[in-house]
């Protein structure tokens, strides 16, 4: 069996015990999957695997690999306690300045897991209603000249986590698939706003609306950069605790936001390489465009920083970022043309927003922000 089939085939026992045991366990190099797992961010997941495997009695880890694993876990455990903290900090800041919000991706997502600890934290990301100008005049008015894209303005950074205050919480090329997806975010956030989560103090999404936010935000992230198992992962929890009865996208209208392809692949992986239900599913799977996505994670890891094609998996400024994504746009031109096509023309339009949109004053660097404003 081939490595990284193996490893896959371990995430699904690790994301599913009634899922089979991988017959070839016992030869399971566990260092090259710990790396594996870190390049991917899934080490949670996999610890989870593993932790029952070990109290089977099935498999044994040497004393090293034990305590590696386990102060990555402990680790990830600990940013996302801390992360929740600053999360309900954030929310009530912007509530108490009368702003509605809900919070996006990370530790949203991770209130889909089994216990919301296994999903390995980032940026924390904040949707906040009134549109962009009103949104961006607000942060101007407390912290001038922060950077600020057709979607997100960049917040301030408190301890090891960067604020990201979207006004739209995402976007297409295609002009008509993202005036669509815009008309379709702006039609439910106020179920978003108002899905108060009682245990935690925010709001965050609900099931509907992420079906279509995270899987155009992966879409993106294929496109652009490249994406990892982390966010296959949190559609697999997605689906799989989606309640029963309540409403699901139809696979019209992902076919009408320009994201059926993707989906179709998306589902193909979820399905035959994780073994999510046949009846979980949004559409029908296509095993070509799955296999695509597959290679794209394999090959490149989280958001793509291990892929060495196209001048290396990080760009470092401007010049080899817009090379990268060309070459993506090359790439996977025959596979979502619709997307590929028009992302060179969202470039130069979004350069001209953001000279539009330019700050009036340069951000002092040596500037110290109190997180008690």
């Known amino acids: 069996m081939d490595e990284k089939e193996s490893y896959l085939q371990f995430l699904r026992y690790s994301l599913d015990e009634k899922a089979p045991i991988p017959s070839d366990i016992s030869q399971m ?35 090293t690999a034990v305590l590696t694993w386990m102060a990555r876990v402990k680790k990830v455990e600990k940013k996302n306690r801390t992360a929740y903290k600053k999360v309900g900090w954030v929310w009530n800041n912007f509530k108490r300045e009368g702003f509605r919000s809900c919070v996006l991706k990370g530790q949203g997502n991770a209130l889909l897991y089994p216990t919301p600890f296994l999903r390995t934290s980032g940026d924390i990301d904040i949707w906040v209603e009134g549109g962009d100008k009103k949104v961006i005049a607000y942060i101007d008015s407390i912290m001038p000249g922060r950077k600020r894209s057709y979607h997100h303005i960049e917040f301030i950074k408190t301890g090891d986590y960067p604020i990201e205050v979207h006004y739209r919480p995402s976007w297409m090329s295609n002009p008509i698939h993202n005036k669509r997806l815009q008309a379709w975010f702006e039609s439910k956030s106020d179920r978003c706003f108002s899905h108060l989560n009682e245990e935690w103090g925010f709001c965050s999404p609900t099931y509907e609306f992420n079906t ?35 409403r699901k996208p139809t696979e019209k209208e992902i076919r009408a936001l320009g994201m059926h392809k993707i989906c179709s692949g998306l589902m193909w992986v979820l399905h035959d390489v994780l073994g ?53 746009d090359l790439h ?31 951000p002092e660097s040596t500037t110290q922000h109190s997180e008690d404003h």
């Open 212 to 246: 279509i936010y995270l899987l155009s935000h992966l879409y993106s992230h294929l496109l652009r950069e490249g994406v990892g198992l982390r966010h296959i992962v949190d559609y697999y929890h997605l689906l799989n605790t989606y309640p029963d009865g309540e």
């Open 29 to 63: 190099d566990w260092e090259k999957l710990y790396l594996f797992a870190r390049n991917q961010t899934v080490e949670s997941t996999y610890w989870q695997g593993i932790e029952r495997l070990d109290r089977m009695g099935v498999v044994k880890l040497s004393e």
């Open 276 to 328: 999510l239900k046949e009846e979980k599913l949004l559409c029908k799977p296509n095993e070509r465009i799955g296999k695509l996505l597959l290679n794209e994670i394999l090959t490149g890891g989280n958001f793509g920083k291990y892929d060495d094609r196209a001048m290396g998996g990080v760009s470092s400024n401007s010049f080899q970022h817009n090379v990268k994504v060309s070459w993506r």
């Open 332 to 362: 996977l031109l025959r596979y979502f043309p619709s997307e590929c096509l028009f992302e060179p023309y969202y470039r130069l339009w979004h350069y001209f927003w953001r000279l539009r949109h330019k700050p009036k004053v340069t």
